[in-house]
Structure formats: C-alpha cells, structure tokens
C-alpha cells in the first residue's frame, strides 16, 4: 500500500493556502521538489507559491481529501 506526505504552500500576495500531496515513493522531500511544487502552484494557479514552515506529514495512507495531488 503506498505512502503519501503533505506539505501547505501559501499564496504570498493573498494569503490562499493549498495543501498538496504527493506519493512518497515517487517523490525525495528536499529542496528541488519544493521549488518544483512552488513553481508548478504559480503555473496551475498564478501568483507567488511559498511552503509553509513545518507544515510537512510523511507516511499518510492517503492524502487528505482537500489536498491536490502533485506528480
């Protein structure tokens, strides 16, 4: 059964805040991918995507209903 993390990113202009899930065997949690979830949030959404301190959960077993699904 595969594990997902979350992690929240916030909008920095308004404040908008997303909670993005991705599945952990795919994904390493570093710098690169959290730049690529910024980066992908600005493509999808507009605007100016920043992670949320400590806001990261790992070995989920499934992402949480209001999180949008990375990769």
């Known amino acids: 059964m595969p594990k997902y993390c979350q992690e929240k990113f916030t909008e920095t ?3 908008t805040e997303v ?3 991705w599945r952990q ?3 390493v949690h570093d710098a690169t991918l959290i ?3 910024e980066l992908w949030l600005q493509a ?3 605007g100016q995507w920043r ?3 400590n806001s ?3 070995n989920q077993s ?3 209903v209001d999180a949008i699904s990375y990769g």
């Open 51 to 53: 992670v949320r301190a």
């Open 13 to 15: 202009t308004n404040g």
């Open 62 to 64: 499934s992402c949480s």
């Open 56 to 58: 990261y959960q790992s």
């Open 19 to 21: 909670k993005v899930c």
């Open 25 to 27: 065997d795919k994904h």
């Open 44 to 46: 999808e959404r507009g």
């Open 35 to 37: 730049t690529a979830i």
